[in-house]
């Protein structure tokens, strides 16, 4: 079948890719000319493992190409997804005017009946005004379907995601959009579910703000092991062995940071308040998650008495491992208000390096983390890379100029630290 993703953003590029591996024919569209330019000459312009080699597949069966012409995307294409960002904006509201300007071109170019699928996160009701601008636009063909078909997919797991979803979500407002959508996604083996588009929308915003209210939650229930003398993994073991409730984001750490759980977060409140109801539950969430960043820095504090000019070696900088990605990533909170406490900061990623440079200049960047250890007062571990799961921990020691040890992400044991010599400290332990 014959699909065109606009946007090649993580989800984008992500779903057209796998689109096109389960057999179908697919163009992707951006206007961004320098992304379209490196994805033709067999490049990525983003961190995805699996990701290189599947679109190089894909090339070559000819079954996948990039364009930045929206028009050639639609004339050919039967399904049209929209995939494009929605940036929040200054007071949390989601910015939709790039799907506004898809939905303008998609309607000018239209030449026969079209499916277009909102694939982008969206505040409920967004469907109706794609419905609408198209409308507007469209002066020859008047007869088309929105749906809204949301994406579950984690940056780092991508492929795999959408290729073994949990569910497949369809919101469709006719019998027909229905029948193309269930026969588009036939060859995968995954509960298919069918609603109307608001419920869809919705869905999605559910889904993320439940997954963020389990992080927020558990990230509370360590404060309170720390206090009792408890441990959150293994309250967190024992809590998710309930089936109703399961393991799965349960872990606690420095915060939930990425372009999905925040932005999606304060949209949803926003969302919730302009339909008139106050969404306290997930300020709070939020509330909460902000804290626990900053109760890093309090940590740190505790174990090293004061932070002025003492020098911390910060490992990991994306918002989570396997990914580039540092929008919205704790560790830039974190090292923020060490710097504004006084410290001076080392670190090293093993891939977002590059782009935390653009965000964060002020820093020394280290080739790997034993040069980050190098003369550090204390080591902060944000980020749980296996790479970090293998160190030679007594190199590590001996380069440092205190044993001081924050592992923000409760990699390490607290017993074999200790008797390594380190002042260790974990979350929730
Ligand atoms: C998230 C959702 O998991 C996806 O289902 C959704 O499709 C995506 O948002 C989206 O809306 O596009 P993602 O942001 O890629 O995916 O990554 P997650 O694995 O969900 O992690 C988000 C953050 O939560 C990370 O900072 C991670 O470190 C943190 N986290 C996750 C925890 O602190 N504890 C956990 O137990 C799990």
Redo the contacts with the bound molecule.
């Keep these: 079948m014959k699909v065109c993703m606009i946007g090649t953003g ?2 984008g590029l992500v779903s057209g890719t796998c689109f096109a591996e389960i057999g179908h024919d697919v163009i992707c569209v951006d206007n961004d000319e320098k992304k379209i330019e490196i994805l033709n000459k067999g490049g990525l312009p983003i961190y995805e493992p699996g990701l290189e080699e599947l679109i190089a597949k894909n090339v070559k069966a000819g079954r996948l190409r990039f364009t930045t012409s929206i028009r050639e995307g639609v004339e050919n294409s039967l399904f049209l997804f929209i995939a494009v960002g929605t940036p929040p904006k200054e007071d949390g509201e989601p910015d939709l005017s790039q799907i506004e300007q898809v939905a303008e071109e998609i309607g000018d170019a239209m030449n026969e009946y079209k499916i277009i699928i909102e694939k982008s ?1 969206v505040p409920v009701q967004t469907g109706k005004w794609v419905r609408t601008v198209i409308e507007r636009f469209s002066r020859k063909i008047k007869d088309f379907d929105v749906a809204s078909n ?9 492929i795999s ?1 959408f290729l073994n979803p949990d569910r497949v979500v369809l919101g469709v407002e006719s019998e027909r959009a229905k029948d193309k959508l269930l026969e588009l996604y036939k060859p995968m083996d995954a509960p298919k579910i069918v609603t109307d588009i608001s419920s869809a929308e919705l869905i ?1 915003h559910a ?2 703000a439940l ?2 209210t ?2 927020s939650f ?2 509370a229930i360590s404060v309170i092991c720390e206090k009792s003398g408890a441990d959150v993994l293994q309250v967190a073991e024992g809590v998710g062995l309930d089936k109703r409730i399961g393991r ?14 925040p932005k ?1 977060l304060s949209a949803f409140i926003s969302i919730a308040a302009k339909l008139g109801y106050d969404f306290r539950l997930l300020r709070e969430v939020e509330n909460i998650n902000n804290e626990q960043m900053l109760y890093a820095v309090k940590k740190l504090e505790g174990m090293l008495w004061n932070l002025r000019d003492k020098k911390i070696g910060v490992l990991g900088l994306a ?3 396997n ?1 580039d ?1 540092m929008r ?3 560790s830039i909170t974190i090292i923020r208000e060490l710097q504004r406490q006084g410290a001076r900061i080392k670190a090293f990623d093993p891939v977002s390096m590059d782009r935390a440079k653009q965000i964060m200049p002020d820093i020394e960047y280290c080739e790997d983390a034993y040069a980050t250890a190098k003369g550090v007062d204390a080591i902060a571990l944000l ?2 890379w296996d790479v970090f799961k293998e160190l030679d921990l007594e190199k590590i020691k001996g380069l440092m100029r205190q044993p001081v040890f924050f592992d923000g ?1 409760n990699v390490f044991e607290p017993g074999k630290m200790a008797a390594m010599g380190f002042i260790y400290k974990g979350i929730g332990r």
């Design positions: 993580y989800v996160t949301p994406e579950f997919l984690r940056e780092g797991s991508a995601d999605k889904s993320n997954l963020s389990k992080i558990i990230n799965e984001f349960l872990n606690a750490g420095v915060g939930f940071g990425g372009f999905c759980f999606d918002f989570k491992p990914t990605d919205f990533a704790p980020t749980e992400r």
